[in-house]
């Protein structure tokens, strides 16, 4: 019998601020992975995110960058930086920060996936239903897409989507 193959798709912002609501700082990625596949095999993970502005916090862009090291460190594992879009609040001299394109190069990577046969099963990490047309398509391709959701940050709208879900929230204290 053959094994299902999977790959694993993580929105970083969702994924920090999921965890950052349940007041965990750091989690072991290769453990997650382990808890995610369920003895299944991992083709790739791709991780979504971008580079904080050195300008900033220099400090908090250094631990950053030596976090995405440590997660190019794990075999198969792909850290994929989108761009970080610095804009003025109105009528306020504070800043917001936003990633841009994040979305889209998940949304991109796991419709290819599909077409190029990379994965039986894709586990998507995030809570945002921008997914769900990449979703519905990977799905006619004869794909079976997991949501891997957090309460803070689940859209219904995904879940009902996709084949299954798994609870994060229970995921995390495992770990």
Not at 143 to 165: G, P, Q, V, W
């Amino acid at each position: 019998m053959v094994k299902e193959r999977v790959c694993v798709f993580i929105d970083g912002s969702n994924l920090y601020h999921s965890l950052k609501n349940l007041r965990v700082r750091k989690i072991d990625f290769q453990k997650l992975l382990k808890l995610l596949i369920k003895g299944k095999i991992l083709n790739s993970t791709f991780y979504y995110n971008a580079s904080l502005d050195i300008n900033i916090n220099s400090d908090t862009y250094w631990e950053q960058q030596k976090f995405f090291d440590e997660l190019r460190n794990i075999p198969d594992f792909n850290v994929i930086l989108c761009k970080l879009r610095k804009h003025k609040r109105k009528n306020e001299d504070s800043y917001v920060f936003d990633i841009k394109g994040d979305d889209v190069h998940l949304a991109v990577d796991l419709v290819s996936g599909a077409y190029e046969d990379l994965y039986d099963t894709a586990i998507i990490v995030s809570g945002d239903e921008d997914f769900v047309p990449a979703i519905k398509k990977s799905q006619k391709l004869g794909k079976k897409i997991i949501n891997a959701y957090f309460k803070s940050s689940s859209s219904t709208s995904l879940k009902e989507t996709c084949n299954d879900s798994i609870y994060m929230n229970d995921l995390i204290r495992q770990l």
